[in-house]
C-alpha cells in the first residue's frame, strides 16, 4: 500500500510540473506574439512555479524551471522573452531561502541579484549572441537612459516580489482550505 502512495504522490507531481511547464511556455510564446507583453509574460511565467514550491519545494520548482527554460529557447518565437525567463526564472525557486536575510538587507541582495542577472543576459544578447532587433534598439540609448531603465527594472522587480510572496501566501491558504 505505501508504494502505492508513493507511485501516486510521483504521478501527481510529474503531472503538476508538467502542467506548470507547458503553462509556462505558452505564457512565454504569447509574449512573442504580443509587443508590449515582452517583460510582463516571462514574470507571469515564473508565477506558474508557485505550485511546485509550495507543493514539492525549492529542488523540484528548478527542476520545472529548467524544463520551461529548455522548451522555451527551443520553441519560443521571442528569443529576448525565453533568454530574460532564462535568467530570471529561477527566483521563485530561490526567494524562499532569502527569507532569512534581514529585510533592507534583504532588498539589496535581490536587487543585486536581478540587477547581475539581466547585465548578463543583455551582454550576452548583445555581444555574443547578437540580436539584431535589441542591438539596433540599444545603439539608440544614451547611458543615462540605460541607467534609468535598471532603475525602473529594479523598481518593477521589487513590485513583483511582493506579487509573487502575496501569490505564494494565497495559494498556501487556498490549498489548506
Given amino acids: 500500500m505505501e508504494r502505492h502512495d508513493q507511485a501516486h504522490r510521483q504521478s501527481r507531481k510529474a503531472a503538476l510540473c508538467g502542467m506548470m511547464a507547458a503553462l ?16 510582463a509574460c516571462p514574470m507571469l511565467a515564473m508565477l506558474c512555479l508557485i505550485p511546485a514550491v509550495c507543493e514539492y519545494g525549492a529542488g523540484t ?18 528569443k529576448e522573452i525565453a533568454l530574460l525567463y532564462v535568467f530570471l526564472g529561477w527566483y521563485p525557486g530561490v526567494c524562499p531561502r532569502l527569507v ?33 532587433a535589441v542591438v539596433e534598439e540599444f545603439a539608440g540609448y544614451s547611458t543615462a537612459m ?11 522587480f521589487l513590485v513583483f516580489d511582493q506579487l509573487l510572496d502575496r501569490m505564494t501566501c494565497a495559494y498556501r491558504k487556498k490549498r489548506k482550505a
Fill in 100 to 132: 532569512v536575510i534581514p529585510r533592507p538587507v534583504r532588498w539589496v541582495v535581490k536587487c543585486a541579484l536581478f540587477t547581475m542577472a539581466v547585465m548578463a543576459m543583455y551582454a550576452l544578447i548583445l555581444y555574443l549572441f547578437r540580436l539584431e
Fill in 146 to 156: 540605460v541607467l534609468s531603465l535598471m532603475v525602473l527594472g529594479n523598481i518593477t
Fill in 24 to 39: 509556462s511556455v505558452v505564457i512565454l510564446c504569447l509574449g512573442g506574439m504580443i509587443p508590449l507583453a515582452t517583460f
Fill in 61 to 78: 520548482a528548478m527542476l520545472l524551471y529548467g524544463a520551461a527554460s529548455i522548451l522555451a529557447l527551443l520553441l519560443g518565437p521571442d
